[in-house]
Every structure is written in C-alpha cells, then in structure tokens.
C-alpha cells in the first residue's frame, strides 16, 4: 500500500519534534492505561504551546498531578462543510474535521484489540475549548522517515503486521487522511497511529479494498463480533447513528473480503 505525503507536512511532525517532559521515567512506564485516562482528564496544565505546524494548529500541553509531569496533545477543530475543495482540485462533499473522532477511533480501538497502537484519547475541556487529549507518545521518528531514508525496521514480519492491522482499521473507519506522518515509530519499534479528524465517512463502500492483503486472527474475530450496540456504547457520544451504520456497513463488507481471501488463498495465506 502507498500512503501519500501530505496535509502541509502533517500535525504528527509536531508531535516527534519536542520530547514530552516527564518528572520520572520509571514511574511513568509503570503507569496503566486507566491512570493515564485519569491524569489526562484531571491533571493541570501547566504549560502550553501551539504548533505552528498542521492545518489545525493543535496544542501541546504540559500537565501535571503532583507527581507524574507529562506532555498530551490537545485538538479542538470541530469543522462541517457540505463541501470542500482542496488545494489539489479535489471536492468532498459532507466534508467534517473534528476532534470527536480522534476519541471515537481510540474507544473504537478497544473493542478491536488495537488499543495500543492508538495513544490514550479523552474528551477535555481546556481553555475554554472542548477537544480530544491524547498522551503523548515517546517515538523515534514518523513511517515517512523510514521510508525517505531506507530505514528497515529490525523485525520485518512485525513491522508488516502492523501495516496490516493499520490498512484494516482505516478502511473500518474510512480514513481520508491516513498517511506515512501520522504513523509513528516508538523507540522499541512499536508502532502507532494518530490523527483521525478526517475519519469516520458515511460510505458504505470500501475506500481502498485492495490494501486488504492479510489481516491478524484476533483482529478479524473482533471484527465478526462488533455489533451496533457495543459500537454505541462506545462511541455514540461521538459519532451520529449515521456515522454508526457507515462504521457497521463497512465491517460487514471487510469480514466478507477477508473471508473470500481465505477461501481462494488458504487460510496460512492470509490470516496471521
């Protein structure tokens, strides 16, 4: 699959560019996923910069609780248009650039196994402004790096495995603008998505079917079990029932594609 380079160099340049500041290491890589939900939606803010980089120009914002001190991103563009142009020439109609999505993708994440390849994502409300804050994440360097510079990641499988489980998410959530920038690489490897204000289309079709080349066991498995009501439970305060149904269409269309790949391919082929 090639994602393209784009969106003015991207909000997650912002994000690799400054190290997040914590108060103890140690201490923080001990933290669960519910205490850093905690610290984000509680926590002080202490300090706060805006990027200059990124069409939304996100914040990052430097919080403490008294004893952890860590960095989080904070984005509150909330934009709907019946359409837009762009600079390429290009038009969508029922266009939406919201924050709502960086939290539905993430809770969405959780019903999928994919929750650690998302940073921890709560609605906060700062500066009079309400938007999504995620943790902020330690990583090396962006996929568009690795890519411009020939970096091989040092467990190739695992490295493609992850692309896989990213192509299959993004098609889920019919992402727009699912690009090498807003894949980051963490020190270990391990990788993550960020940015998803441009998800969550109401098409009922596949964007890009043919990325679909392998997809993991556990992940194809949550994908037959998804049902409308576990997606509302967790996302309905962020996606309208329209987006919802969009979200359930294309499950039903990604589960019958991986299954017809098995079926002509052989399982060993396509499930890992």
């Known amino acids: 699959m090639r994602y393209k380079l784009n969106r003015f160099a991207s909000l997650s340049l912002f994000l690799l560019n400054i190290l997040a500041v914590p108060s103890s290491a140690q201490e923080e890589s001990r933290l669960t996923t519910e205490q850093k939900r905690e610290f984000l939606l509680h926590a002080k803010v202490i300090r706060a910069r805006q990027t200059s980089t990124g069409v939304t120009r996100p914040y990052r914002l430097t919080m403490t609780d008294g004893n952890i001190t860590h960095d989080a991103h904070f984005q509150s563009i909330d934009e709907r248009r019946n359409f837009k142009r762009f600079g390429n020439g290009t038009v969508e109609m029922n266009f939406r650039d919201s924050y709502r999505y960086n939290i539905a993708a993430y809770e969405l994440s959780k019903l999928l196994g994919l929750e650690e390849m998302i940073p921890v994502t709560v609605p906060r409300k700062w500066d009079g402004k309400t938007g999504s804050l995620s943790w902020w994440l330690p990583v090396q360097m962006d996929a568009a ?9 040092p467990d190739v499988e695992a490295w493609n495995e992850s692309m896989h489980k990213i192509r299959t998410f993004s098609e889920l959530i019919y992402d727009t603008d699912r690009n090498l920038q807003n894949i980051l690489i963490g020190n270990d490897w391990k990788v993550y998505m960020i940015d998803f204000t441009r998800a969550f289309r109401l098409y009922h079709d596949l964007r890009s079917p043919q990325n679909l080349e392998r997809c993991s ?53 396509v499930i890992f």
């Open 145 to 153: 790096k690795r890519y411009q510079e020939k970096i091989p990641p």
């Open 217 to 269: 066991n556990n992940l194809l498995q949550r994908l037959r079990e998804l049902d409308a009501g576990g997606l509302k439970a967790k996302t309905g305060e962020y996606l309208t029932k329209p987006e919802m149904e969009a979200v359930m269409k294309r499950r039903d269309k990604i589960v019958a594609y991986f299954e017809k790949l098995i079926e002509e391919k052989g399982e060993y082929a």
